[in-house]
């Protein structure tokens, strides 16, 4: 699909969407006649509108009820009537139908202007217009949109459906706590949320796909699994890894950086704090503002930050002496940390954290060597995600004609032709995006997508044409000129954590056998001497191999050990007795994903490990057992 | 050497460098009458003394003629004389000889009594005393004593050598400039420093040792090798680590890791990062104070610091979940970064700096487990040494009367015990020190000897009997009960990068081949395509065997390219040409320090890379080729 079309549609149904929320509305005001009314915008798969009935609370007892007066809105198929008055009109009207909120938004429109409309036109979809310079209204300067359904009747810039008849299928899904305009120091509201989608199918698969994301839920299976803890003396933000998710992060940095040294990269050490006058000249200081950490010597008047970018860092390195034409490229890679500040209400288990571990590189290069390198990254990407199983998508970034891009213009066109050669090389499925690339070049996005059909953006791979200017990196050439290097940005897991939080729910905590932080669990029928000594003899040849096999030698019933062994989700599971004793053979029970063949074989205990060692090296996805 | 002997030998020292102080001074009165006199105590190795000639500067120039002068005074041989006079009388004197520092800090000491001369006493030795209340003299109450030799008076509390004559060996070192009781606000002075021992085949043997030590100065051999560079964009203390450098600092780090593997220990990650809270329970806010970074987040209200530990984090995980007595020892590892805000002027390369990696661990145990633990930490501590090439000794710090230990004293003395077991059983040439203990336990400290008879402390092996009562850490007991833990903090390398500072000086940047970040350079006779050919399948057959191996395909002699080589300290040389090549042999040249028998043989390349591989993988010191 071109991206105008997609664009199209994504507009009819945000239409629908957002007609929604004003039967939301309209239903509740029929319900209870005296509710005042927020804010009602789209979002995503959806909609919301904020309410304020006083006392009353809306719980998700009252759903039933306002998703029947919804319907019958619906079925009475009314016209969404739209019509234009003048801004004070609006305000008398406000205070006429007791609708404080509107109020105050049309007073400050009033007061504001544009900027305040345009204000909310990016942070408030949906709502308010009616002034010049909202660009997505058509409304006379000093007047405000109005629309009308029923007897429902709501300030809004539009656009809307037809009629109340043609919005599709939606479902109320929950109710939470909102401040006014997001401040605290506002009233809260109640923030009701519906989805939507054009057809009852789409709803349903949706639905189906929240109820199996909610069984997914990384923070459940963390738990479940004991990979990783949160503590309130430590922080919001600021997850701990306990020894089994911490096998986990390594194996994935382990095999970042191995598939990166095949490629020539070099690892690095930088320190996590650095003066503010580095951020200063990379220009990191001004794009992220708010979210830096700013730290306080109390020896010293430095002012420091925590980093929230390793390349100025990496930079330090290359500029640290004189380079050559032959030295080219410099390929730094590091797995290390960088920090955000990020609000206490947009964390979210791994997903959104304050402290990021990324599998960071950069490669400070000839222009001649872009598509090397590129190509190089291309199959590391590839490696990568084949051996987790997970399919992806690539989106290329370009410049468009405006004049907000740094950097030579033939540099960026080549480069971005180097970037579809090399994305066609690789037969990936991808798309182009004029307009996207960031000011200083242009990139490569890679969209992994989990077994619920949702797409992460994960991997990425970014030319730099202005960091090498900025911090005056040289090379000289073979012509004995001084030259300027190009630099790449690239990762292949990106966050570690959000990586995380994105593969435990696509795989439900069933880890391939590399990645399982315990591999193989020994299961003892009982606990006399010789079972005793036979199970820890398996276990020291386990450790020799550099195995992670634990024995459960407990006194409950082997069934029980089994089931405990199978929540836990370990991949191979060893039950030992008199039989195995005495012939030596093992008949392992095999996570049912990774079965091939539905058959258990039995097997030498030499031959087993042997075997679960190679599919550990090998990284393989099924059991060859 | 018992411990009081030891000590009475050092306060034999002691005067005698403190008498040098006095004699340093009555000299430069000598040569400047106008001199102002601040401090004057006793430094390691020496003594200083801080003067103001006003516009007149010392520099290293005057030294030999305030020699000159200082060996007339020991000639002379001066009787030092004490005398006791009330506190006014001395600010009397003070003002009559123009002695305004002496002056204000005796004003000080009259206004502020004990307290003053207690700070004085443990930060500025030899200076000044004379009230009641300082432990170390024996002055009336508001009095103050003065010592006199020849016609120098000197506000001072002693002890000296009897005459001037019985100084011992001497030598000026050098001078710097020193605020007057180290603030900025205050005039600057000059530092004179000295050093003294008791004969002059010490004081060569001391100077000999920096001279050496100066050669071996890891800031230049880091600089020579290209293993580490500061920026100061990023600021001082905060060292970043190029490739070569890395490869030092991943090889340690994963040897300790591995030694640790063995013994049970488990990888965890934690934030670097936390909310004061967590170091206010630890008890760590109180003892760090200045030291901490102190963290602001803008987003929210929380007050977060840069770790100065890690234990209080590795306790969180430990207390995320119910343990049982089955479940321990639970053993914690894991190599990162803590972080002390330590003052520019202690700075010192890698030998002092902001951001401190250690290769960290915690053990949670049942008391009857402390000695299995003990022994294993003293094992990896043997291997770990031993693989470095590096003698060590032990200091045990124990507890003594006083009351301010904390913990069951049944438990302090088990343990004690159990320390001077292990240390026992693994033949450690050891010490025990009485009340040397922190007050939450008693511990192991290891000594390493570096080449220049330096020693350091590296490893240590702490026992803690007080944080898991700030945390109320529990474990399940067999009977059922709820029952406390112990802690054992441990340390192989400590801070990697102190250990890095020690280790390129003892080794003078000649790492083993394990270590080496260059283990193999291949020179080529020519440019020709064979020989190019040549090198880069031996290259191709490094990589694969994990080697680190490079070229030198640059059109240098052969000689030169040699020479670079062993500038760069690479174990092994292979020249490749013509005979190489037809051969398939190669005739590797060997580092000096690696050789054992000192001839050169030849062998195939495919058998050379194998030994080389072994000896690396053995962390062998020698070559066995």
């Known amino acids: 699909m071109k991206k105008d079309q997609q664009n199209s549609a994504a507009n009819g149904l945000e239409a629908m969407r957002h007609s929604l929320a004003h039967i939301t509305a309209a239903a509740v005001q029929?319900?209870?006649?005296?509710?005042?009314?927020?804010?009602?915008?789209?979002?995503?798969?959806?909609?919301?509108?904020?309410?304020?009935?006083?006392?009353?609370?809306?719980?998700?007892?009252?759903?039933?009820?306002?998703?029947?007066?919804?319907?019958?809105?619906?079925?009475?198929?009314?016209?969404?009537?739209?019509?234009?008055?003048?801004?004070?009109?609006?305000i008398a009207w406000a205070k006429q139908n007791k609708q404080p909120y509107k109020e105050e938004l049309l007073n400050d429109l009033k007061r504001e202007g544009t900027t305040l409309a345009k204000e909310l036109d990016?942070?408030?979809?949906?709502?308010?217009?009616?002034?010049?310079?909202?660009?997505?209204?058509?409304?006379?300067?000093?007047?405000?949109?109005?629309?009308?359904?029923?007897?429902?009747?709501?300030?809004?810039?539009?656009?809307?459906?037809?009629?109340?008849?043609?919005?599709?299928?939606?479902?109320?899904?929950?109710?939470?706590?909102?401040?006014w305009r997001a401040?605290?120091?506002?009233?809260?509201?109640?923030?009701?949320?519906?989805?939507?989608?054009?057809?009852?199918?789409?709803?349903?698969?949706?639905?189906?796909?929240?109820?199996?994301?909610?069984?997914?839920?990384?923070?459940?299976?963390?738990?479940?699994?004991?990979?990783?803890?949160?503590?309130?003396?430590?922080?919001?933000?600021?997850?701990?890894?306990?020894?089994?998710g911490t096998v986990l992060r390594e194996e994935l940095l382990n095999f970042s950086s191995e598939l990166q040294a095949k490629h020539g990269y070099q690892k690095v050490s930088i320190p996590h704090i650095t003066k503010k006058e580095l951020y200063e000249m990379s220009g990191h200081w001004d794009?992220?503002?708010?979210?830096?950490?700013?730290?306080?010597?109390?020896?010293?008047s430095d002012e420091f930050v925590l980093k929230p970018m390793n390349c100025p860092h990496h930079v330090q390195i290359y500029a640290a002496k004189p380079r050559s034409y032959r030295d080219l490229p410099q390929r730094y890679m590091e797995a290390t940390t960088q920090y955000r500040d990020e609000k206490k209400g947009e964390l979210n288990g791994l997903a959104r954290v304050r402290s990021i571990s990324i599998d960071d590189s950069h490669v400070f290069c000839r222009p001649d060597q872009i598509e090397q390198e590129m190509d190089a990254v291309l199959e590391m990407v590839r490696d990568m995600y084949s051996a987790l199983d997970m399919k992806f998508r690539a989106r290329l970034?370009?410049?468009?004609?405006?004049?907000?891009?740094?950097?030579?213009?033939?540099?960026?066109?080549?480069?971005?032709?180097?970037?579809?050669?090399?994305?066609?090389?690789?037969?990936?499925?991808?798309?182009?995006?004029?307009?996207?690339?960031?000011?200083?070049?242009?990139?490569?996005?890679?969209?992994?997508l989990d077994a619920l059909g949702r797409e992460w953006q994960c991997a990425t791979d970014q030319l730099d044409f202005v960091q090498p200017e900025r911090f005056d990196l040289k090379y000289v050439a073979e012509d004995g000129s001084e030259t300027r290097p190009v630099m790449i940005h690239k990762a292949l897991l990106g966050s570690v954590e959000r990586f995380l939080s994105v593969y435990i729910e696509h795989t439900v905590g069933k880890f391939p056998i590399w990645l399982a932080p315990e591999q193989i669990r020994v299961v003892t029928v009982n606990q006399e001497f010789e079972t005793t000594k036979f199970a820890a003899n398996i276990l020291e040849q386990a450790k020799e191999a550099g195995l992670r096999l634990t024995v459960d030698n407990?006194?409950?019933?082997?069934?029980?050990?089994?089931?405990?062994?199978?929540?836990?989700?370990?991949?191979?599971?060893?039950?030992?007795?008199?039989?195995?004793?005495?012939?030596?053979?093992?008949?392992?029970?095999?996570?049912?994903?990774?079965?091939?063949?539905?058959?258990?074989?039995?097997?030498s205990v030499e031959d087993f490990l042997k075997t679960v060692d190679n599919e550990a090296k090998g990284r393989v996805n099924k059991s060859s057992i």
């Open 397 to 448: 970034s370009f410049r468009d004609d405006s004049d907000k891009y740094l950097g030579d213009k033939k540099l960026w066109q080549d480069a971005q032709a180097i970037l579809e050669r090399v994305a066609k090389k690789h037969q990936l499925d991808y798309e182009t995006a004029e307009g996207e690339a960031a000011f200083y070049g242009p990139k490569i996005d890679i969209m992994v």
């Open 122 to 179: 990016t942070s408030m979809m949906g709502l308010p217009a009616g002034i010049s310079g909202v660009s997505s209204t058509n409304v006379e300067v000093g007047k405000v949109s109005f629309y009308k359904n029923g007897s429902f009747i709501d300030l809004c810039r539009g656009p809307h459906v037809e009629t109340t008849g043609k919005v599709g299928a939606f479902k109320l899904m929950r109710v939470a706590g909102a401040y």
């Open 554 to 603: 407990s006194n409950e019933s082997v069934g029980k050990k089994i089931r405990n062994a199978e929540v836990e989700k370990v991949p191979y599971v060893l039950v030992v007795g008199e039989k195995e004793i005495n012939s030596g053979r093992v008949a392992p029970r095999i996570r049912n994903d990774l079965v091939v063949i539905p058959v258990q074989s039995e097997l």
């Open 183 to 244: 401040n605290e120091k506002n009233p809260q509201m109640q923030r009701l949320y519906g989805v939507a989608f054009e057809t009852d199918k789409e709803l349903q698969k949706h639905l189906d796909m929240l109820e199996e994301a909610k069984k997914r839920d990384h923070r459940k299976i963390g738990r479940e699994l004991d990979l990783f803890v949160f503590s309130d003396l430590v922080g919001a933000g600021l997850p701990l890894f306990t020894p089994k």
């Open 30 to 90: 029929r319900l209870w006649p005296e509710a005042k009314f927020g804010v009602g915008p789209v979002v995503e798969n959806g909609f919301y509108y904020d309410i304020d009935l006083g006392e009353t609370k809306i719980s998700e007892e009252d759903f039933p009820k306002i998703e029947v007066e919804m319907k019958k809105i619906i079925e009475e198929d009314q016209k969404f009537e739209r019509s234009e008055q003048p801004i004070d009109a609006g």
């Open 287 to 300: 794009k992220f503002g708010d979210e830096l950490f700013l730290v306080q010597s109390q020896e010293t």
